[in-house]
């Protein structure tokens, strides 16, 4: 889809955002355009790992010479993770990820990407999820993974990711950044860490990644994702791909409950009534108890998702946890958390504490948090120049300076909860004891429901 070339900014939701000053429009006849935004989480966000990450979004456009004044998108949205920094300055890049075109028919037949502010929630999670590494532990399961924008399974790729290079020393952030030093000279803009191992990228502590969804024709972008950006690392991939089907009610007998998770991840999910009590049974169900002398008797990763070289990807399957990454040890003094990412405009998290709480007696925390959006103004290559001479170009000019506030939502275990769906006191939703409905939830005082 055609973009015209304006000035005006989009507010979409965002705060304090600054006027954007005119400027006069340069001539992008036989040029690629770039239009880089930066992200990070504002200093007073309540987190573990402070200035953890920051995340360049690249994305590029071509003049339509058939309609001036015009550029087109082309290529994919690029994700940069770079080190995190308390200075407004662009430090080093340490992995990347193009994100896959998001269809190649209808509004989008080139199969490009749709522009700025499509994939900002994702990138609050990552960012959030990297700013609390201690989270990403065990096996990991991502729950309706499918994202906006071609953004499939990159809150759970990248979150991993993000986490393990956040929680680098100084000494070992700088080893991996000469492994990967090599592919800076490329003209191809290369992934950085394709010379590297999974360990190297993936948490020391994560044992398996299991990125589910509903749709099988997601699971298979997944892979095609996977085997992209991680076809040339050694070692066995930890990660899969897993079709479950949780928003709908099942009947009785027909268990979705295979396997129990040490974190599950969800990112702006559905929460509207009833979804939210059908993701609460999943989560309620498949996540480990929080007591570590209940963990102990249960056998993690009893059952192993299908890897995604059973969906058609020429790529050797997944370790099981009984195949070498058992011996990942876990801090026991986390307990098996699930963690929810949202726009706190979304008063829907109602109704996912709600039933948490009162349906399975866990215990829920909300937490706020801002993430700081900086876009510039477009940098422009010759079209047969590598990429890489953006780096060579004049100090970028700011565009917009705006922010937005997110929610996050954990919760775990009541401590006494042994697991594996057992004891009718910590399931009142599956027993009868709650009925389910929103006219049984008790109040605050005054009336007011969580």
Not at 109 to 120: I, K, L, T
Not at 281 to 298: C, R, T
């Amino acid at each position: 889809m055609p973009l015209f070339l304006s000035t005006e900014s989009e507010s979409d939701n965002y705060e304090d955002e600054e006027e954007p000053a005119e400027r006069p429009q340069e001539d992008y006849t036989g040029k690629t355009i770039y239009q880089r935004t930066f992200y990070r989480l504002s200093p007073d966000s309540q987190v573990q790992l402070p200035n953890a990450i920051t995340i360049e979004e690249r994305l590029r456009f071509l003049p339509d010479t058939s309609r001036p004044g015009y550029i087109l998108p082309v290529g994919p949205r690029t994700l940069i993770l770079r080190e995190g920094s308390e200075e407004d300055d662009i430090t080093d890049e340490i992995f990347r990820m193009d994100l896959l075109a998001p269809s190649r028919s209808g509004d989008n037949p080139s199969g490009a990407h749709n522009g700025p502010r499509s994939v900002d929630t994702e990138i609050a999670s990552v960012l959030y999820l990297a700013s609390n590494p201690n989270w990403i532990q065990g096996d990991v399961l991502e729950l309706s993974c499918a994202g906006t924008a071609g953004s499939s399974g990159v809150v759970g790729l990248l979150s991993c990711v993000a986490s393990r290079l956040a929680s680098m020393t100084a000494d070992e952030l700088e080893s991996y950044k000469q492994r990967a030093a090599p592919l800076a000279k490329e003209d191809d803009p290369l992934n950085p860490a394709q010379k590297s191992d999974f360990e190297s990228v993936f948490p020391q502590r994560m044992r398996h990644l299991t990125l589910s969804d509903e749709s099988t024709e997601t699971l298979q972008s997944i892979s095609e994702l996977i085997h992209n950006h991680f076809k040339s690392l050694s070692g066995n991939p930890p990660v899969s791909v897993r079709q479950l089907e949780w928003s709908r009610p099942r009947g009785p007998g027909r268990r979705r409950y295979e396997r129990e998770y040490r974190t599950i991840l969800g990112s702006d999910l559905d929460l509207t009534f009833p979804t939210a009590k059908e993701l609460t049974k999943i989560v309620a169900n498949s996540l480990l108890p929080s007591n570590e002398f209940a963990v102990a008797s249960i056998k993690e990763g009893a059952q192993t998702s299908p890897s995604f070289g059973g969906m058609g990807m020429d790529i050797a399957p997944s370790p099981t946890p009984e195949q070498g990454n058992k011996n990942k040890e876990v801090d026991p003094n986390i307990p098996a958390t699930f963690v929810h990412v949202c726009p706190d405009y979304r008063d829907e998290t109602r109704y996912l504490r709600q039933f948490l709480e009162k349906g399975y007696r866990m215990t829920v925390r909300t937490n706020f948090f801002n993430m700081e959006r900086l876009q510039f103004y477009f940098q422009t290559l010759p079209q047969d120049a590598p990429e890489s001479d953006l780096d060579d170009l004049e100090q970028l000019e700011v565009q917009e300076d705006s922010s937005r506030d997110y929610q996050s939502l954990t919760a775990i275990h009541h401590p006494d909860y042994a697991g594996e769906g057992s004891g009718e006191y910590f399931f009142p939703l599956e027993t009868g004891a709650y009925e389910g409905g929103l006219s049984s939830l008790e109040t605050e005082e005054g009336g007011r429901l969580y």
